[in-house]
């Protein structure tokens, strides 16, 4: 996981500073209007935030897991008895 | 209700029960170089990623020579959200190629290529050659003097291979020069040939590595821990992953919207300070450190001849390397492998820098 964000993290720098040489402000490709680009950053923060909710929510869930399988109750018992 | 209902459907009718087991009796190696079986998760995640924001452009794309720059400035100012998805399929396939690369070398320095996995190799390899033509056949869809030049550029170089080259040229142009023909045979191989090759290749690809299971490196082989479960636990770990390269390409696609030059004119000069895609930079600096004539030869055919020759010797990797095929550590392909990485890492900066 420590390396994967490493790597996430310098590829996401390279490219942020490729594609800040070579801007060139001709044709608008990003909305102009206040109001749009408040909405805009501020349903990314949201979105961020989601993100970072069901990251934790995914960790908890594989944490729990993680316990079940060390007590080995996960198993199915073949001898256990039927109940109708 | 419904869903218990629409479960035992599908139950009495096909066994499903049999298929978790197998999911979850699939088990993945745990050891120093394990982050790496990620990488392959990531990249598929992201070819998903750039269909489903492909079919949405291609809702509104004019794949016409008068029409398709038009057409995509209508999608990125009239079209609502128009410049977002674009943003997202422009960064989603500059990270997928990253991604790609990442998981080759990956490959080639832990060596996972060895027997019995070389056809996994194969198909890898074919899936990064059709990911760059996916780029560059994307990249013309723009219609920029950029994409414009840059396409010149790169299926000019192709022309200079011996024997074949000029033939590749003309394919790959639909003519002698880039014109509205080349842009709609891009536009032909970039929306129905590669997908249909890439979707061929990857379901190839996952079978191949679910019937040889992981591979696990010669030097860690005896140090590895107990695998663990497919399912759930590596598939709960993938999703989190996803969800932050998801995080990262909508956070480019919005601080960093891919830009639009001006409209391809065959007839005007090509702009100052062009490049092509990251991905070429390696090869173009290559190109550059050759003289104009060697012996009285071309030498930028020279030039590519080599590179070529790099990239054949590349591919066959997994064929010549015997000592790994036995399962003995073989010293001399990690120094080829390294030099290999280092290379394209180097050249491709001079390239970014220059």
């Given at each position: 996981m420590k390396y994967f964000i490493k790597i996430l993290f310098a590829v996401f720098t390279i490219f942020a500073f490729n594609s800040l040489a070579f801007a060139?402000?001709?044709?608008?490709?990003?909305?102009?209007?206040p109001v749009e680009v408040y909405t805009i950053y501020t349903s990314l923060a949201v979105f961020w935030l989601a993100i970072i909710g069901l990251i934790v929510v995914i960790k908890m869930k594989l944490k729990e897991i993680e316990r079940i399988q060390k007590l080995g109750?996960?198993?199915?018992?073949?001898?256990a008895p039927l109940l109708d | 209700m419904i869903w218990l209902k629409c479960k035992n459907w599908i139950e009495e009718r096909y066994d499903i029960a049999e298929l978790k087991k197998l999911a979850k009796s699939k088990l993945v190696p745990q050891h120093h170089?394990?982050?790496?079986?990620?990488t392959g998760g990531i990249t598929l995640f992201l070819f998903i990623l750039q269909f489903i924001t492909g079919m949405l452009l291609a809702f509104y794309?004019?794949?016409?020579?008068?029409?398709a720059y038009e057409s995509i400035i209508d999608i990125v100012t009239?079209?609502?959200m128009g410049w977002f998805f674009r943003g997202v399929h422009h960064w989603g396939a500059q990270l997928c190629i990253v991604f790609v690369f990442i998981h080759l070398f990956g490959t080639l320095l832990v060596k996972s290529y060895r027997k019995p996995r070389e056809f996994l190799w194969v198909t890898g390899f074919i899936l990064l050659v059709i990911s760059i033509f996916f780029g560059l056949s994307g990249y013309l869809m723009l219609w920029d003097e950029r994409a414009f030049a840059a396409v010149r550029v790169a299926t000019g170089g192709a022309g200079?291979?011996?024997?074949?080259g000029s033939f590749i040229k003309i394919f790959l142009r639909g003519g002698t020069d880039v014109t509205g023909d080349t842009l709609t045979r891009f536009y032909a191989f970039h929306v129905a040939i590669l997908p249909v090759l890439s979707l061929l290749l990857i379901g190839l690809h996952v079978l191949l590595v679910q019937y040889h299971g992981m591979s696990v490196p010669v030097s860690v082989e005896k140090k590895q821990k107990e695998g663990e479960p497919f399912f759930p636990n590596v598939f709960y770990k993938d999703m989190m992953i996803w969800l932050i390269v998801l995080g990262i390409v909508v956070t480019l696609a919005i601080f960093l919207p891919p830009e639009i030059g001006n409209k391809a004119d065959a007839l005007a000069p090509p702009p100052e300070g062009i490049k092509p895609e990251w991905y070429f930079l390696f090869m173009l600096e290559t190109l550059k450190l050759?003289?104009?004539?060697?012996y009285g030869f071309n030498g930028e055919t020279i030039a590519i001849v080599c590179v070529t020759i790099g990239i054949i010797f590349f591919f066959l990797i997994p064929f010549i390397d015997r000592k790994s095929n036995k399962g003995q550590k073989s010293h001399l392909f990690t120094i080829i492998a390294v030099i290999y990485v280092i290379y394209f890492i180097t050249m491709t900066l001079v390239g970014f820098l220059s």
């Open positions: 060139e402000e001709k044709i608008p490709v990003f909305p102009t209007t109750i996960d198993k199915e018992d073949a001898n | 170089y394990d982050f790496l079986y990620y794309y004019i794949p016409h020579v008068d029409f009239k079209i609502n200079n291979l011996p024997v074949i050759f003289p104009g004539t060697i």
